[in-house]
């Protein structure tokens, strides 16, 4: 089946568990003509802007600023507090400094050396689940790959993943049940990778870590080790947990509609549309953004939002705005039309943007080519989620290969 000839018939809201419920309570409901009202996490009251063209203003405005949020008492969708030198929480100019720090990094020609690991490393765990007789693609493959070539990335030593990778979920999920083993897991982490910068503890010469220590008085000002930490704590989670999160729910969504994953198979030119697409509807969490402050008085479509004033400028629904994306539940790889906003848009971009799509391509194309005939079993309403603010992802894909 051509993406020409393809129905569309394929909706993501028909996939069993897909869409998460929101995390905040609402309490005027937003329209994509008028912004509503809701209350987040922490209390509170917070103006909810879903209209594709206005949360794309409200990212790209610095006068739209995050850092106020990660304080003591201050507007946020997390329980704790996080390290105030994540690039999630800076602001310009610093924002910009550490950020123009990695960039070429984690572009897509700095990133090139790693797609013939991923590729390795996708074959290697296909054949183990082969030859063992396990069929579980997320257990047996993504979830390997992903933190694999995340250490491969960054230079960590694999007899890590033990220790590391069970504390990095626990902060991604962020329950806000038991906040202080939430914030004794983050500062272990955090001391891991602090451990790492001060040379307590050993890693590659051709990772990111190493790269990061050695050059770092080639910033506008040297960084310190508590930004050293704080950049690789941000790729230590989101290139591995969030790649793997995306990942996984673009495979899930694909295969749960088989012609998807049959046209895929059968035209390896429709990948990146079909990708593309999948990212637009998919959400990494249950939140879709964190909350920014505005300084001065914004004017939307819909009015003014006073100087002040929290605002959830809600990227997951504004990737849905049928004024932009016509039928936009519908996966059409054929869909013109201005790119979405899964990465962010503006000086919060994601800076792991690229290691995704190279990541997400890569794997399916050797899927596709080794395991064409790949199908999910039946029963995937009742499989496993971890289920939290930042990830949300299934615990399992089971799957028949004939």
């Known amino acids: 089946m051509s993406t020409e000839l393809l129905k569309r018939s ?17 309490l005027k409901k937003a329209t994509y003509e008028e912004h509503g009202m809701i209350r987040i996490l922490s209390g509170h009251e917070t103006h909810h802007v879903i209209n594709f063209h206005d949360v794309k203003r409200i990212l790209v405005d610095k006068t739209c600023v995050r850092g106020p949020s990660n304080t003591v008492g201050g507007p946020s969708i997390l ?42 490393i996708t074959n290697i765990c296909v054949d183990t689940m082969l030859t063992t007789g396990s069929r579980d693609l997320f257990i047996d493959v993504l979830d390997k790959v992903s933190v694999t070539a995340n250490c491969k990335l960054l230079g960590i030593h694999t007899d890590d993943i033990a220790y590391f990778r069970g504390l990095a979920k626990t902060v991604q999920i962020a329950d806000k049940s038991d906040v202080d083993e939430l914030v004794k897991q983050f500062y272990a982490l955090y001391d891991y990778l602090m451990d790492h910068v001060k040379g307590k503890r050993s890693h590659t010469s051709e990772g990111l870590i190493h790269k990061f220590i050695a050059e770092r008085a080639k910033s506008a000002s040297p960084l310190n080790d508590d930004e050293i930490v704080s950049i690789l704590l941000g790729s230590l989670l989101g290139g591995d947990q969030n790649t793997l999160t995306v990942m996984t729910k673009v495979l899930y969504a694909a295969l749960y509609h088989r ?31 964190f909350p920014r402050i505005a300084k001065t008085d914004i004017e939307i479509s819909s009015g003014v939002i006073p100087a002040g004033s929290v605002i959830y400028a809600d990227v997951f629904l504004a990737n849905r705005d049928p004024h932009v994306f016509s039928d936009p539940l519908e996966i059409n790889p054929n869909r013109v039309g201005p790119a979405h906003l899964q990465f962010g848009y503006g000086m919060h971009h994601c800076m792991g943007r690229e290691l995704a799509m190279m990541e997400i391509s890569t794997v399916i194309d050797v899927l596709t080519e080794r395991l064409p005939r ?26 028949k290969i004939n």
């Open 259 to 289: 012609d998807i994953w049959l046209d895929m198979v059968k035209s390896p030119n429709s990948r990146a549309a079909y990708i593309d697409e999948l990212l637009r509807l998919t959400n990494l969490g249950n939140a879709s953004t």
């Open 374 to 399: 790949m199908r999910l079993k039946p029963g995937v309403e009742s499989i496993d989620w971890s289920d939290g603010i930042i990830l949300r992802c299934p615990d399992q894909l089971p799957i």
């Open 79 to 120: 329980p704790t507090l996080t390290p105030k030198d994540l690039l999630l929480n800076l602001d310009f100019p610093d924002h910009s400094r550490l950020k123009q720090f990695v960039s070429k990094d984690y572009s897509r020609s700095g990133l090139s050396w790693l797609k013939i690991y991923i590729d390795e």
């Open 10 to 26: 394929n909706s993501i809201d028909t996939i069993p568990n897909y869409d998460a419920t929101p995390v905040y309570e609402v």
